[in-house]
């Protein structure tokens, strides 16, 4: 239960404890409440079991309808969480926590209802009484020889925020059953209600000194405990969860798995363990002893609580072994009360298979031996290597069938066979005595082998479902990283999930609203094929899934009637996603494929953090890129807009103090300063206009066939004045080009080239503007023969702001924006733009576009 998230969530839980139904748990659970009524909290009560010996008062308490539901006929009431979801008081009251709900209901468990709640931040009362408590089932029989079917796991109950003890003494409390004013059955005496008693004034005392909040402080103590599938392995993990509490240490429960322990066998002390606050830890291997010493000391455990088997000598054995290859640790044994593992000893076989195959190979092999035997008993072999030849056959129905069964019948077969054909008299089960010996020998080395071998064939299963195991861990690991972006983590994850159960996925990721986006379907190989409609009537049990970070669905106590399992994909502080794997009916995983979807779903949790992460970096420079860019061109405008706006300024003020002083000579240079400079300022506003759209994304480009000739003359008007300094040419092919273009901001780069061109070279230049089509590409060079361009300022030159130190070119002007203009207007429309070095000196800037047909412009 506790991979499922937190238990508790922003609600506080008050426990009312006592040691037996009737004490008066009700009573003072309703007088609490009804106090804090007249505090001012919105108090309701959600739920009074009938048998309760409290009526319900006149103090003003709202009590919640309670939810009708039919069950085998029989209509029944039970406690409606979803009114109280709705109706959120800051307090309710739900009296019986270990109550079990009945079929249909959200949860299995009326305690799972609670958790709910306090995940909903609502603060809850219940009542629980001793024998509740899963931990002391072992105890209270002891006490009672009673055992009560509904049960809570102790960290639950460890987890309350108060718990009160209620008590009443047993002699009243006896009265008061006997005259009938309590509904519960005959089955207490006082010496019983003195024992529970007793019991549950400890366990109040251990929950008192064992507050959540000083725990981990307190923590000293590491016990450990190994998972079997007997029976009385539950009361070793009950007795390892009280000595947990006592010393206030963590409990582990270990898992040997091998193949002599089936996963029904486990499953329930598994659960077991779980419910009681144990960390699951499982190893691989036949050697339990080993396995236990070697986890034991790399994970400081300091306390070993075993079980004692009903095997004589086995128990000692175990002790013995660990002692060796443990010794520091202390080893606690527990014995079994109820003595089931007698029982469990001779009818350890009849749970295994019979199955038409594996009887077919072994009768099938045995035919085959017997059938070589007479072959070489026909050539005078010895019965020695007759009796080779059965063992051989014996240690290939070891091989090749699943069971022990198989193993020790073949063993028995191939001594009647061989005393029944091979030995005098022939074809009767009579022999000589001295083949008594041999045929004890015989059947000793056939189980012996037998044995080996399938221990061998079971430890090479299980290094090969652990490499298996590693090896998918490894793969997912390894696509995740690879993936780069949200849906191919999603793809990876339903890949290697599909891979390993064989069954249709559906995930749901977070939207930015933190709720469920749209879904997407990962069909399996299971043969079904689901569609969105499908599983819409199971997006409300998702949703629940993301909101409450806990699984639910099929094989889960919670929506159990679904037809897929929901799993949170977990990060850090919240659920992710949410994956769905579709279960055919009482198709249930095994434990090694749960533990390897969680642990796929875990990779997938942790890959998309880092991706949330790794976009929160690029958001984060992106916004820094933005802020220094800002920063810049503040800067550069503030110092070099100043400059020209003085000129504009001073040259107006000339001409207007001054007009009639001046001669026409002297007032057109001032004009045309005047127009130098509003004309640099209307270049530098388009461009920064241009280049901020581009920036923030806001820029559309209408991509159209254009003629490039339109373009490059249109671009030709707009020149700098200064061009007509320099000699101009433009040469282009006969055939006409036409390019998919936004011909207005290919105008603007041609321009900015140009004026490049003409600001960084000295008057009476050639500057030449020339295209040509090579296949699908239309390629536009402006060359001049000026000084060139530096090689280490050629890389540099497209970045912004980034300007040149040259003698021609006015220091006054330039914030270096044209050429990443033009780089970023050509990016946008998929072309590139570079700048190389004319021969025999000059510089060649060439930038290209997708070329389209003439007739798509006509």
Not at 82 to 102: G, Q
Not at 750 to 767: D, R
Not at 821 to 840: F, M, R
Request: aromatic content about 8%.
């Amino acid at each position: 239960m506790m991979e499922e998230g937190e238990l508790l969530g922003s609600g506080k839980l008050k426990i009312f404890f006592s040691y037996a139904p009737g004490t008066g748990k009700t009573r003072t659970m309703l007088t609490a409440a009804g106090e804090e009524q007249k505090r001012g909290v919105d108090v309701v009560v959600g739920y009074l079991e009938k048998y309760c010996d409290a009526e319900p008062p006149e103090d003003g308490l709202e009590y919640l309808p309670p939810r009708q539901i039919r069950y085998q006929g029989k209509a029944y009431q039970e406690f409606d969480l979803d009114a109280a979801l709705e109706r959120k008081p800051e307090l309710i009251l739900v009296d019986e926590m270990a109550h079990t709900n009945r079929e249909g209901s959200r949860h299995l468990k009326r305690y799972q209802d609670i958790e709910e709640l306090l995940r909903a931040g609502i603060h809850v009362y219940t009542t629980v009484n001793v024998q509740n408590l899963e931990s002391l089932k072992d105890v209270v029989f002891s006490a009672t020889e009673n055992t009560v079917t509904e049960r809570i796991p102790d960290i639950v109950f460890d987890r309350a925020d108060q718990v009160e003890f209620v008590d009443m003494d047993p002699e009243d409390l006896l009265r008061r059953i006997e005259s009938k004013e309590v509904q519960t059955p005959p089955v207490f005496t006082l010496e019983k209600l003195n024992a529970l008693r007793e019991i549950a004034f400890r366990r109040a005392a251990d929950c008192i000194g064992n507050r959540p909040g000083e725990k981990k402080q307190r923590v000293r103590e590491h016990l450990l405990i190994c998972l079997s599938g007997a029976p009385s392995n539950a009361t070793v993990i009950r007795t390892a969860a009280r000595m947990a509490e006592a010393f206030h240490g963590e409990l582990t429960a270990l898992y040997v798995e091998n193949t002599q322990v089936r996963d029904d066998e486990i499953r329930e002390n598994l659960r077991l363990a779980r419910e009681l606050g144990a960390r699951i830890a499982t190893v691989y291997g036949e050697d339990t002893a080993l396995q236990i010493a070697e986890y034991a000391q790399i994970s400081g455990v300091t306390k070993i609580v075993l079980g004692r088997s009903a095997r004589r000598g086995h128990s000692r054995q175990m002790v013995d072994r660990l002692s060796e290859l443990a010794p520091d640790i202390d080893i606690y044994i527990i014995p079994d009360q109820h003595r089931t593992m007698e029982k469990r000893k001779f009818l350890r076989l009849s749970p295994e298979k019979i199955t038409f195959r594996e009887t077919a190979v072994s009768l099938g092999m045995m035919a085959v031996c017997t059938i070589v035997n007479f072959f070489f008993a026909g050539l005078g072999v010895e019965e020695a290597n007759i009796i080779l030849i059965y063992i051989l056959g014996v240690l290939g129905v070891a091989v090749l069938t699943g069971g022990k069964l198989y193993s020790l019948a073949v063993s028995l077969l191939v001594v009647l066979l061989f005393n029944f054909f091979f030995t005098e008299p022939y074809y009767t089960l009579f022999s000589a005595p001295g083949y008594l010996v041999t045929f004890l020998i015989m059947l000793v080395a056939a189980i012996v082998s037998s044995t080996l071998t399938r221990r061998i064939k079971n430890q090479a299963i299980l290094s090969a479902r652990k490499a298996y195991r590693t090896g998918t861990l490894l793969e997912t690991s390894r696509k995740l990283q690879r993936a780069r972006s949200e849906r191919e983590i999603f793809s990876v994850a339903a890949a290697q999930l599909g891979k390993l159960l064989e069954r249709t996925i559906v995930i749901y990721p977070a939207n930015e609203k933190k709720g469920l986006g749209q879904m997407e379907i990962f069909p399996g190989e299971d043969g079904e094929r689901w569609t969105r409609e499908d599983f819409l009537a199971e997006r409300e049990i998702a949703e629940w899934v993301f909101r409450n970070n806990k699984h639910a669905g099929a094989t889960t106590h919670t929506f159990s009637e679904a037809r897929c399992l929901y799993l949170a994909v977990r990060g850090k502080d919240q659920p992710l996603a949410v994956a769905g794997i579709f279960l055919k009916d009482s198709d249930k995983p095994a434990d090694f494929e749960k533990e390897l979807m969680v642990a796929i779903l875990d990779e997938c949790g942790l890959a998309l953090e880092i991706e949330q992460i790794w976009q929160a970096k690029q958001e984060l420079e992106e916004t820094a890129r933005q802020e220094t860019l800002r920063a810049n061109l503040l800067r550069a405008i503030s110092h070099d807009l100043r400059t020209p706006l003085t000129g504009i300024s001073g040259n107006a003020g000339i001409l207007l103090e001054n007009s009639q002083k001046l001669g026409e000579e002297k007032k057109h240079a001032l004009y045309l300063s005047i127009y130098d400079d509003a004309m640099w300022l209307m270049q530098l506003v388009e461009n920064l206009l241009s280049i901020t759209r581009i920036e923030n994304g806001a820029m559309k480009l209408q991509l159209r066939p254009a003629l490039l000739e339109e373009v490059i003359y249109d671009a030709m008007e707009h020149l700098d004045r200064k061009a007509s300094e320099h000699e101009i040419t433009v040469s282009l092919p006969e055939e006409i080009l036409v390019a998919d273009m936004d011909a207005r901001l290919i105008v603007q780069v041609v321009i900015n080239l140009m004026n490049n061109a003409v600001k960084y070279t000295p008057p009476g230049s050639k500057i030449q503007i020339s295209a040509q089509r090579e296949g699908s590409v239309l390629t536009v060079k402006v060359s001049d023969n000026g000084p060139g361009i530096p090689k280490e300022e050629q890389k540099r030159i497209f970045d912004m702001f980034y300007t040149r130190e040259n003698k021609n070119a006015d220091s006054r002007r330039g914030l270096g924006l044209g050429l990443s203009l033009c780089k970023s207007i050509v990016n946008a429309h998929g072309g590139t733009i570079t700048a190389e070095d004319c021969q025999p000196h000059g510089t060649c800037f060439t930038f290209t576009l997708h070329a389209s047909e003439v007739a798509a412009y006509e």
